[in-house]
């Protein structure tokens, strides 16, 4: 028996079923057991953790004595009866018996309009302060000086008192323009450039740059149905001119003519021929049209003449004016006298006025208008 | 290798007294028994608590199946490891529901102090050791693991594991032979 034992032999013994030979063998020699036992102290540790881990989970659970035990069935149901369960619930549900109201109303503090006590001082104060303001306005109504400023209002009116035309398109007409680079020559003859509602390039008859960063064609601002003099030229320059000599005039602003500011002709803005502020046919705008009227922003109080308010005379002056682009009143004209130096005086008062000048496309133009001007003995 | 039977394991006969009153007796005496089989089988409290409660509840209702002769531990026992097997056999189709639950046998093992004069090193080891044969037990084939823990954990003889398992002896004998076996393999395996 000096053969040691195999490894399936020392399995046998652990599992105690080696014959007896074998087992003795195992208790004698060393090595055999060294190797036994190699295996058996951890299945002994083993043990040891599965009765420790027992123990815990007796303790952890509670006792209950089998009388008060449920059934595993009763535990775990399975899934479809649960679900069957569920839709005949869902179908016939349970009549619940009625509900029981435990719950009382408890009187609870108003939490709306907590003044804490001082409601009547706050309605006083509340009346005071409704009394004060109107007292205010009854205090300021009765004043005279405020009555006096009140009762002497002027209006403007801006009536149209040239007759009713229907064929509105030409006749209006109102505005000009002019230019020049102020050379000592005077403006050639030639064509007009394209009629358009906006200028980025003043006609030219002398191009001074031949080759511009940004090409753009010449336009002239003036309403596109205008019967514009035509003149069979290639050239751009004053229809009206006589001079074939190719100049731009002797105006200022770019564009040509003897005017200033970018047109062709003698008069002021973007347009052909005596007038301002763009468009053909001398004169400023007019009101309507898509040009609206000028606002009076300050104005003086015409003063009565001596021998006016000797008279007690009374009336209106009607006062033609052109507004500006800057706002300033010119070329007054009276169109109804008053007499008695009225008239003077009105012009006078007039001439010190400001306006926000009239728009067209957003631009601000000059705008002819009428002025009333009334003369009242308070 | 002595393998005194400890008093739990004493045979207890049922039925001579009182039904219940003797039922009592058995039941606080054979459960903390029988709830480690089943956890060391299953690794899930709650499974273990309820199949053991389930266990008691079929030993009431037939006790009076039990006969004389036969030992009140070894009757339970075998309830147990077929309610085990069974239990196994419904859990293929719950096994989301296990996925949910909290495993709690490596911790609970992972607690158990092995000998308190060991070294840190060595206890450890012995716990590392004893962490491998749990995984191993719990990757067992259902036969070899009722087999494995009968014998190891609760230290029952081959002729009592056969009447539990309804087995052979020498059957018995196989599966605990290849148990141990793969036990082995895995210990070799940890100290290479």
């Known amino acids: ?378 | 290798m002595e393998r005194a039977l400890s008093s739990e394991v004493a045979p207890v006969t049922v039925g001579s007294g009182g039904p219940l009153g003797n039922f009592d007796e058995m039941f606080e005496q054979y459960r903390p028994r029988i709830l480690r089989f089943i956890l060391a089988s299953l690794r899930n409290k709650e499974s273990a608590e309820n199949l053991t409660q389930d266990c008691f509840v079929r030993a009431y209702r037939a006790r009076d199946q039990l006969r004389g002769g036969s030992s009140a531990g070894t009757w339970l026992m075998q309830i147990a490891a077929n309610l085990v097997r069974s239990h196994e056999a419904s859990g293929r189709l719950k096994f989301w529901r296990r996925m949910l639950r909290a495993d709690v046998d490596l911790s609970d093992a992972g607690d158990w102090i092995p000998d308190p004069q060991m070294s840190p090193e060595q206890m450890a080891a012995a716990r590392q050791q004893v962490e491998k044969i749990w995984k191993v037990a719990g990757r067992l084939s259902g036969k070899q693991r009722t087999v494995f823990l009968l014998r190891f954990a609760e230290d029952m003889e081959l002729l009592e594991i056969a009447a539990i398992t309804g087995m052979k002896e020498g059957t018995v004998k196989t599966h605990l032979f290849r148990a141990l076996k793969s036990v082995r393999t895995a210990l070799e395996e940890q100290t290479k």
């Not at chain 1, 970018?262 to 009101?287: E, L």
Request: glycine share 12%.
């Open chain 1, 1 to 378: 028996m000096s053969q040691h034992l195999s490894s399936q032999q020392i399995l046998e013994c652990l599992i105690g079923a080696g014959d007896p030979d074998r087992q003795r063998h195992a208790r004698e020699c060393a090595a055999c057991r060294a190797e036994i036992e190699s295996l058996a102290k951890p299945l002994a540790w083993f043990r040891a953790s599965v009765h420790y881990a027992g123990e815990r989970a007796v303790h952890s659970s509670f006792a209950t004595g089998p009388v008060l035990l449920l059934t595993q069935e009763a535990l775990d149901r399975a899934w479809y009866s649960n679900v069957m369960a569920a839709i005949k619930e869902a179908i016939h549900p349970p009549k619940l018996p009625p509900l029981e109201v435990t719950s009382r109303p408890v009187p609870v503090k108003d939490i709306w309009g907590s003044y804490g006590g001082q409601e009547k001082r706050a309605g006083f104060s509340s009346l005071a302060i409704h009394a004060a303001a109107i007292g205010l306005l009854f205090i300021i109504g009765t004043n005279q000086t405020v009555q006096q400023v009140v009762r002497r209002q002027i209006s403007l009116i801006a009536p149209d008192l040239a007759p009713y035309q229907p064929a509105v398109k030409k006749d209006p007409m109102g505005g000009g323009g002019g230019g020049g680079d102020r050379s000592p020559t005077p403006a050639s003859k030639g064509k007009l450039p394209r009629l358009s509602d906006k200028q980025f390039v003043p006609p030219m008859a002398l191009v001074h740059n031949p080759d511009p960063k940004l090409v753009m064609e010449p336009t002239l601002i003036i309403q596109p149905d205008a019967n514009i003099p035509k003149v069979n030229m290639d050239v751009l320059g004053d229809p009206l001119a006589k001079s074939m000599i190719a100049s731009n005039g002797p105006g200022s602003g770019a564009g040509i003519g003897s005017g200033s500011r970018g047109g062709v002709g003698s008069g002021n803005g973007v347009g052909f021929g005596p007038g301002s502020g763009g468009n053909m046919g001398g004169g400023a705008y007019r009101i309507g049209g898509g040009v609206s009227a000028p606002q009076v922003i300050f104005k003086v109080e015409p003063e009565y003449s001596e021998e006016a308010r000797k008279a007690k005379f009374q009336g209106t002056v009607v006062l033609f004016v052109v507004v500006d682009e800057k706002g300033n009143p010119r070329d007054l004209k009276v169109i109804r006298p008053l007499g008695l130096g009225l008239d003077q005086k009105a012009i006078e008062a007039v001439e010190k006025w400001r306006f926000k000048p009239g728009m067209k496309d957003g631009r601000a133009v000059a705008v002819q208008a009428t002025i009333e001007v009334n003369f009242r003995l308070l």
